[in-house]
């Protein structure tokens, strides 16, 4: 579900994305438990196409699960070849993700 220009997922519904771009890199996050910024590591990727409607968003991925699922595609910007379909799973520290990859055109 888009928040502004951010793709927020909710627990249970599947959000299918194309990424046009993608950054790594640290930023300030409020931990939700303390309260206190603490640098965390993020990926985050362009969305210009959101469940099939053109679309001009954000998605953060702090989430190691979930990364691990993306990475392989941002090594050599695959990810551009393809759509991802992302499910949360769970929340807290049970949260897990489901992601389908589906070449472009199928």
């Known amino acids: 579900m888009p928040l ?16 046009s771009a993608f950054f790594k890199g640290t930023r300030d996050i409020i931990d939700s438990v303390t309260g206190r910024v603490v640098p965390k590591n993020v990926a985050e990727f362009d969305v210009d196409r959101l469940n099939g409607q ?9 989430a190691e699960k979930l990364f691990a699922q ?5 090594l050599d910007n695959t990810y551009k070849n393809y759509e991802f379909v992302v499910t ?19």
């Open 4 to 19: 502004g220009n951010w793709v927020m997922l909710e627990q249970g519904i599947p959000e299918r994305m194309h990424f």
């Open 54 to 62: 053109p679309t001009n968003a954000k998605f953060s991925v702090l």
């Open 70 to 74: 993306l990475e392989p595609y941002t």
């Open 88 to 106: 949360r799973i769970g929340a807290g520290f049970t949260t897990s993700f489901s992601v389908q990859v589906i070449p472009l055109g199928k």
